[in-house]
T-cell receptor
Framework: KNEVEQSPQNLTAQEGEFITINCSYSVGISALHWLQQHPGGGIVSLFM???GKKKHGRLIATINIQEKHSSLHITASHPRDSAVYIC?????????????FGTGTRLQVTL | KAGVTQTPRYLIKTRGQQVTLSCSPI?????VSWYQQTPGQGLQFLFE???????NKGNFPGRFSGRQFSNSRSEMNVSTLELGDSALYLCASSLSLAGGQETQYFGPGTRLLVL
């Protein structure tokens, strides 16, 4: 079982829809990252969380440390949001712990 | 401020050859991490450097190595290339905390094809 599980693997939405992508992890963590990867490969860091909730524009990320779960929400989705969204965790096993990635959620937003 | 740059962007090599990839972090960033992305394994951590020292290493064979220079620029080297080394190699920089404990800024990646 992977340390980081994302769902769904693929998601198609119509423009304007509210989107939720989920990330569950099995280890104690010191930080969780949400990344966005567009076709062509470039990765952009969207959020880094260790507790609570963060908002940036139409994007909201939440984390529940007790339940080992995080969600990424996109409000009023737009075709330019089409990308792969990747969750990554930093286990809290010391400085030697390695950033561990989920397999990603491929989002397509259509007109 | 310029972003993270990686060179070359694309590379074709044959089995058995070696390759060196370069990463220049954002000015002022002292931590550089390297990642490999393949369709089968997804994103995997390779190694992290801070102040010219390898601070952390992923589960890759010894053919994968790296170094960091005094100006924080980093290189990674893969010797005796195998077909399975074909991947997108990404580097990311951050200010100073151990990799993953602060926002990381990714470069555009180097796409390596091994024939």
């Amino acid at each position: 079982k992977n340390e980081v599980e994302q769902s769904p693997q693929n998601l198609t939405a119509q423009e304007g829809e509210f989107i939720t992508i989920n990330c569950s992890y099995s280890v104690g963590i010191s930080a969780l990252h949400w990344l966005q990867q567009h076709p062509g490969g470039g990765i952009v860091s969207l959020f880094m969380l260790s507790s609570g909730k963060k908002k940036h524009g139409r994007l909201i990320a939440t984390i529940n440390i007790q339940e080992k779960h995080s969600s990424l929400h996109i409000t009023a989705s737009h075709p330019r949001d089409s990308a792969v969204y990747i969750c990554a965790v930093k286990p809290n096993t010391g400085t030697a712990s390695k950033l561990t990635f989920g397999t990603g959620t491929r989002l397509q937003v259509t007109l | 401020k310029a972003g993270v740059t990686q060179t070359p962007r694309y590379l074709i090599k044959t089995r058995g050859q070696q390759v060196t990839l370069s990463c220049s972090p954002i000015s002022g960033h002292r931590s550089v991490s390297w990642y490999q992305q393949t369709p089968g394994q997804g994103l995997q951590f390779l190694f992290e450097y801070f102040s010219e020292t390898q601070r952390n290493k992923g589960n890759f064979p010894g053919r994968f190595s790296g170094r960091q220079f005094s100006n924080s620029r980093s290189e990674m080297n893969v010797s005796t290339l195998e077909l399975g080394d074909s991947a997108l190699y990404l580097c990311a920089s951050s200010l100073s905390l151990a990799g993953g404990q602060e926002t990381q800024y990714f470069g555009p990646g180097t796409r390596l094809l091994v024939l």
